[in-house]
């Protein structure tokens, strides 16, 4: 099983910008797809964007325009930049993984414990 953690939420303002990152356990060139969901309250947990290992990036249509997904092997990191932030993005971040090389099997369904992203309007 992979590890990811989460940092980077925070509070700010409507308009505003936050970058959060995903730390995994394990070379991310190991890992097929990387992508961050979100969960408010009271709401299903709901995808925003994901990346591959070849770079194949797919945005939800809610963050389009304003988020930027990016991963960086040398840091071994995966990040989200969130830009005009609204009230509506206010959730749970969560990293997630899958299709992880472990050296011995593929591993999936791996998620980070999330980081808390509230904006104020």
């Known amino acids: 099983q992979v590890q990811l953690v989460e940092s980077g939420g925070g509070l700010v303002q409507a308009g505003g910008s936050l970058t959060l990152s995903c730390a995994a356990s394990v070379s991310i060139s190991r890992i097929n797809a990387m992508g961050w969901y979100r969960q408010a309250p009271g709401k299903q947990r709901q995808w925003v964007a994901t990346i591959s290992v070849g770079g194949s990036i797919k945005y939800a249509d809610s963050v389009k325009g304003r988020f930027t997904i990016s991963r960086d092997n040398a840091k071994n990191t995966m990040c989200l930049q969130m830009n005009s932030l609204k009230p509506e993005d206010t959730a749970v971040y969560y990293c997630?993984?899958?299709?992880?090389?472990?050296?011995?099997?593929?591993?999936?369904?791996?998620w980070g414990r999330g980081t808390q992203v509230t904006v104020s309007s």
């Open positions: 997630n993984a899958e299709g992880v090389w472990t050296g011995s099997s593929w591993t999936y369904d791996n």
